[in-house]
């Protein structure tokens, strides 16, 4: 059980430390509370055999770390939204020029030659 519990806090304190450091934040919340609950899961089961094990405790740093990045990117940091009409404008006129140029090209007929069936060998 201790190894179970001390390998589901590992995977979810780094994915706790990767959502934190990517602009979605602030999902990081959600493993690193199941970090901090498998770390004391296997902190509780390693005081009972009474190796307590590096390992657990780094967990706790790492989920640690992951929540100060993310409090301090809600607190701090601001999002702030673009203003779309320009995006919009810019596209609606590559549109058009695009569409400019194919009206522009003169595609003449195209004959591709097929080899003949009889040519093919199996």
Known sequence: MKKLFTTLAIIA???AIIFAILPI???AIIPSILA???GLLA???SRKTGQVKKI???TFLLTIMALAITTYKALFIKTEVADTQELKATES???EEALEELEDLEIDD???DAPELEDIEL
Do not use: D, T
């Open 110 to 112: 195209i004959e591709i």
């Open 25 to 27: 934040s602030n999902l």
């Open 56 to 58: 657990i405790q780094f």
């Open 43 to 45: 902190f509780y089961f």
């Open 13 to 15: 304190s780094l994915l």
């Open 36 to 38: 901090l609950v498998f």
């Open 93 to 95: 006129q590559s549109k």
